[in-house]
């Protein structure tokens, strides 16, 4: 159960990391990336440890480095999409607006 409170805070400080260097940081909120690594590296942790990868020789580094890799990478990629789809949808409804 300690794997999973050490994979959890690092899930948070990498979601935190990713937040901070998106330069569209400003279009969603601060827990977005932080919810979505811990969420994703949680669940991971969950489905390697009841796949049996855990706490065995040779595949230990499994269940404590993967899930968090796979966190950040998780929150990286909904970063990108939803800082790129959100300035879009704001800069139409924008130009809607002053069009009116």
């Known amino acids: 159960m300690l794997s999973l409170v050490v994979v959890v805070l690092a899930a948070i400080a990498t979601g935190f990391i990713v937040w901070a260097n998106?330069?569209?940081h400003g279009r969603y909120g601060v827990a977005l990336p932080v919810g979505v690594s811990t969420a994703v590296a949680a669940l991971s942790w969950i489905?390697?440890?009841s796949a049996g990868l855990g706490y065995?020789?040779?595949?230990?580094?499994?269940?404590?480095?993967?899930?968090?890799?796979?966190g950040t990478a998780a929150a990286a990629a909904v970063v990108v999409y939803l800082g790129r789809t959100r300035t879009k949808h704001d800069t139409e409804a924008l130009t809607k607006a002053l069009r009116l």
């Open 56 to 70: 065995q020789p040779g595949v230990t580094w499994i269940p404590w480095v993967l899930p968090i890799v796979i």
């Open 22 to 24: 998106d330069k569209r």
């Open 47 to 49: 489905a390697f440890i």
